[in-house]
């Protein structure tokens, strides 16, 4: 089991990974993601981290639901698809529930979508795992593969260079850190079909450079765990939160 993730440094608050200056950020995001309760749905698919993603959302401002039901996924302001483990296993989940359907379907209407950690890998066309290729959702263009690094899985804090018009880095400082657990991601060299269509990519280093998080119209996803990733992950939600 991964452990869990501690914050670090002289100046980070108790709440794991944030700042001075990253928890007035947050304070800013919750006051604008504070005028309403948008209703989310948290994808239960039989992957992921879905109770603290609940927590996490409901901490800033979401009525949030776990559920796998069909007409509430597609109803919501806000889909979440979280996912830990294997792609090819999230992507049997998924499809077990009709998810990939409904996250094209909430794409065609409009509708916001939000992956985090594998559920931001599931969005692209395929993903590679011990040589095995499988399918993914299609939702972007690019391959997941394993990240070259010498030590693996890439597991703690990290840094992210958010992408210029971000909006769920929005207000973030620079230099704030998320955390990370996983060895495959969408490497840079993968990243140019979605980088000319127009998508912000956010990057990190881990032995390369990889994409971090990206937006796009009305889907958006973070190779992170935002909601293990303390007040910092909270702002980026309130965030999220607040273009629904």
Same mark, same amino acid.
């Given at each position: 089991?991964?452990?869990?993730?501690?914050?670090?440094?002289? @100046?980070?608050? =108790?709440?794991?990974?944030?700042?001075?200056?990253?928890?007035?950020?947050? =304070?800013?995001?919750? %006051?604008?993601a504070? %005028?309403?309760? #948008?209703?989310?749905?948290?994808? @239960?698919?039989?992957?992921?981290?879905?109770?603290?993603?609940?927590?996490?959302?409901?901490?800033? +401002?979401?009525?949030?639901?776990?559920?796998?039901?069909?007409?509430?996924?597609?109803?919501? @302001?806000?889909l979440?698809?979280?996912?830990?483990?294997?792609?090819?296993?999230?992507?049997?989940?998924? %499809?077990?529930?009709?998810?990939?359907?409904? &996250?094209?379907?909430?794409?065609?209407?409009?509708?916001?979508?939000?992956? &985090?950690?594998?559920?931001?890998?599931?969005?692209?066309?395929?993903?590679? =795992?011990?040589?095995?290729?499988? =399918?993914?959702?299609?939702?972007?263009?690019?391959?997941?593969?394993?990240?070259?690094?010498?030590?693996?899985?890439?597991?703690?804090?990290?840094?992210?260079?958010?992408? #210029?018009?971000?909006?769920?880095?929005? +207000?973030?400082p620079?230099?704030?850190?998320?955390?990370?657990?996983?060895s495959?991601?969408l %490497?840079?060299?993968?990243?140019?079909?979605l980088?000319a269509?127009? /998508?912000?990519?956010?990057?990190?280093?881990?032995?390369?450079? $990889?994409?971090?998080?990206?937006? *796009?119209?009305?889907?958006?996803a973070? *190779? $992170?765990? #935002?909601?293990?990733?303390?007040?910092?992950?909270?702002?980026?939600? /309130?965030?999220?939160?607040?273009t629904?």
């Open positions: 089991m991964p452990r869990e993730p501690k914050g670090r440094g002289a @100046d980070w608050t =108790e709440e794991r990974g944030t700042s001075d200056e990253g928890r007035r950020g947050l =304070e800013a995001a919750r %006051r604008r504070g %005028r309403t309760r #948008p209703r989310v749905v948290v994808l @239960d698919y039989g992957s992921g981290n879905l109770r603290s993603a609940e927590r996490a959302l409901a901490r800033v +401002g979401a009525d949030v639901e776990v559920t796998a039901d069909a007409d509430a996924a597609l109803a919501c @302001d806000g979440v698809v979280p996912g830990v483990g294997a792609f090819a296993a999230c992507m049997a989940g998924l %499809r077990a529930v009709g998810g990939e359907k409904l &996250i094209a379907q909430r794409l065609e209407r409009s509708r916001p979508v939000l992956g &985090i950690c594998v559920g931001m890998q599931v969005l692209f066309a395929a993903g590679v =795992e011990h040589g095995t290729w499988t =399918e993914g959702c299609g939702a972007w263009p690019g391959t997941v593969e394993r990240l070259d690094a010498a030590v693996l899985p890439h597991m703690g804090w990290n840094t992210v260079a958010a992408g #210029p018009g971000s909006a769920l880095f929005n +207000g973030i620079a230099g704030t850190r998320f955390y990370f657990v996983h495959y991601a %490497r840079a060299a993968a990243a140019a079909g980088a269509q127009g /998508a912000r990519i956010s990057w990190t280093e881990h032995g390369e450079r $990889f994409a971090a998080a990206a937006e *796009q119209g009305m889907l958006s973070a *190779q $992170f765990h #935002p909601e293990k990733s303390g007040d910092a992950g909270a702002a980026l939600l /309130a965030n999220w939160l607040h629904l």
